[in-house]
């Protein structure tokens, strides 16, 4: 499986945009970025994910460079429920491949 | 969203017990189970994939025989911890995926053992 590398950590302030980033240098053609957060003693909760252009939902954004090899989840007003553990995961398409998943980055939301 | 439930959310039992594990798609029939293991500030580590009505697939270093998967039903997949020890205590979390075979999987709320 493609590696992604993440920051450990990040700190933000609520009510202000977050950008969390990502790099997967080595993804292949047929790897979709995933992104999943885990809320402290909670199981992974799926957020976004994407291919190949820019995607949108109620929860955030997914911004993926024009050649794949980074990606940046964007959460647009931060709230202190955001605080969480973000991973970013490369799996292949539909039905195939397994979530595997890295250390993620550590999102704290200050008041 | 798509629901899946694991039960006990927590459980502490004496070591050399065994102790089960049930996950269950509530409202949607799941043809595959992922079993994953995080220990304290660790990340996810798969298991197992276990697919409904065959045997399951075990990680490289996982032992079969001690982590028990039944996959018995479209709902529901069962992990046994046989003869747990304290260094089995740790934060046991199901997925899922739909019949449909959508790239999203859906987690459990895990389940925290504690081996005394």
């Known amino acids: 499986d493609a590696k992604t590398t993440q920051p450990n950590s990040m700190e933000s302030n609520e009510e202000e945009p977050v950008h969390l980033p990502c790099n997967h240098s080595t993804i292949s053609g047929t790897d979709y970025i995933h992104w999943y957060r885990q809320l402290p003693s909670q199981g992974p909760e799926y957020v976004i994910h994407g291919l190949t252009s820019n995607v949108n939902n109620r929860m955030a954004s997914l911004a993926i460079a024009e050649d794949r090899k980074s990606s940046t989840l964007i959460l647009h007003r931060a709230t202190l429920r955001d605080a969480a553990v973000y991973y970013c995961?490369?799996?292949?398409?539909?039905?195939?491949?397994?979530?595997?998943f890295g250390k993620g980055t550590k999102l704290s939301v200050k008041p | 969203g798509a629901v899946v439930s694991q039960h006990p959310s927590w459980v502490i039992c004496k070591s050399g017990t065994s102790v089960k594990i049930e996950c269950r798609s509530l409202?949607?029939?799941?043809?595959?189970m992922f079993w994953y293991r995080q220990f304290p500030k660790q990340s996810l580590m798969l298991m197992a994939t276990?697919?409904?009505?065959?045997?399951?697939?075990?990680e490289q270093g996982v032992e079969k025989d001690k982590f028990l998967i039944n996959h018995a039903s479209l709902t529901l997949s069962t992990l046994t911890v046989t003869s747990a020890h304290p260094e089995d205590s740790s934060f046991y979390i199901c997925?899922?995926?739909?019949?449909?075979?959508?790239?999203?999987?859906?987690f459990g709320p895990g389940t925290r053992l504690t081996v005394l």
């Open positions: 995961i490369l799996k292949l398409g539909g039905s195939q491949g397994n979530l595997i």
């Open positions: 276990s697919n409904e009505g065959s045997k399951a697939t075990y």
């Open positions: 997925s899922a995926r739909d019949l449909a075979g959508v790239g999203s999987r859906f």
């Open positions: 409202d949607f029939q799941a043809t595959t």
